[in-house]
Structure formats: C-alpha cells, structure tokens
C-alpha cells in the first residue's frame, strides 16, 4: 500500500488530468470524446477491479492475523491452564506427604504406646507374681 502522501499525489494529478481533458474534449469531435469517455470507464473499471482485489487481499490478510492471534491466544491459555494444573499437582503431592507423614507419625507414636502398655502389662502381671508369692508365704 503506497503512502497517504503518494496518494494524496497520486489523486491530485489525476484529478488535474481530468480537468484537462474536459478543456479538451470542449473543442474535439463527438467520436473522439465518447472514446474518451469509454476509456474513462474502462479505466474506471479496471480502477474498482484493482480496488476490490486489494479489499480481498486485506481481508484475506486480516483473516489470516485473527486466525494467528487466536491460536497464539489459545497457546497462551493452554500455557497458563498447564502451569496451574503443575502448580495443583504440585500441592496435591505436597499435601499428600504431609499426611503421609501424619500417618506414620501416628503409628509410630501408637507402637511406642504399645510398647508402654506391654511394659506395663508385664510389670504388672510380676507385681502380680510377686504378690501372690507373698500372701501364700504369708498363710
């Protein structure tokens, strides 16, 4: 696409073209001014043909960069969506070791416990023995 300044040229001395001809055609032959004036539409023609061709061209482009942003925006998604479900799962084994570590904790303070209770089960069935031995030296 040229720039607006070539433009601005561009249709600045085809507009003083077309001022010209008309001064012109004011002192030509009808057959010399319905020629040009034929060939004023097929230029005009080819003008809008070049036009609508251009148009399409910018569509098709415009299509094309949408199409890029979305599948770039979509990537951006599925990027975030994947960092966010590492970072869950991340917690996720994180929390489950911390209870993985609760639980043995627990069995390991309920063997202790065990033991206390056996220790204490075989001291008292001594204390027991002993007793016994006593009150039947005693009798």
Do not use: C, H
Not at 8 to 36: F, N, T
């Amino acid at each position: 696409m040229k720039p607006l300044s070539e433009q601005l040229k561009d249709l600045s001395e085809r507009a003083k073209k077309a001022e010209d001809d008309a001064a012109a055609a004011r002192s030509e032959a009808r057959s010399k001014v319905q020629a040009r004036t034929e060939q004023l539409q097929a230029d005009a023609t080819a003008r809008k043909a070049k036009a609508d061709a251009n148009a399409a061209a910018a569509k098709d482009e415009i299509a094309k960069r949408w199409a890029n942003l979305q599948t770039q925006m979509q990537a951006n998604t599925d990027g975030i969506k994947a960092d966010i479900a590492a970072t869950k799962a991340e917690v996720a084994a994180d929390r489950a070791e911390r209870k993985a570590e609760r639980a043995e904790d627990n069995a390991s303070s309920a063997i202790a416990f065990a033991y206390d209770a056996i220790d204490y089960a075989e001291s008292a069935v001594l204390d027991a023995i002993v007793a016994r031995a006593d009150a039947d030296t005693v009798q």
